[in-house]
Nanobody, 127 residues
């Protein structure tokens, strides 16, 4: 079983930037397609960004396009997501997710595509 541990959340001001990290352990990092989802208070969890196993393909939700970058580092077994120009509506718990069944160049925005999840890291953006 793969373990996912998110970090990097916190309280920031609108307009600030943040880099979230997801440390992966327990299995071979390169075997997993990775993604970030988020869940704001009182709302359903939603897709934010995804990256393929090989790192060559990325996918973003429309609300973060142009101000978010997802990346992965095979030496550190970590996936990152940088969020710029943060807005109050970005406040949420951010979850890391992993899947080993996708092809190496595939990504997915669907929760059901991922079978391993972290505990989440809280991001709060003050306006």
């Amino acid at each position: 079983q793969v373990q996912l541990v998110e970090s990097g959340g916190g309280l920031v001001k609108a307009g600030d930037s943040l880099r979230l990290s997801c440390a992966v352990s327990g299995r071979t990092f390169r075997a997993y397609a990775m993604a970030w989802f988020r869940q704001a208070s009182g709302k359903e969890r939603e897709f934010v960004a995804a990256i393929s196993k090989a790192g060559g393909a990325t996918l973003y939700a429309d609300f973060v396009k142009g101000r978010s970058t997802i990346s992965r580092n095979g030496f550190e077994n970590t996936v990152y997501m940088r969020l710029n120009s943060l807005k109050s509506e970005d406040s949420a718990i951010y979850y890391c997710a992993a899947d080993a069944t996708m092809d190496s160049s595939d990504t997915s925005r669907f929760e059901g595509s991922y079978d391993s999840w972290g505990q989440g890291t809280q991001v709060t953006v003050s306006s």
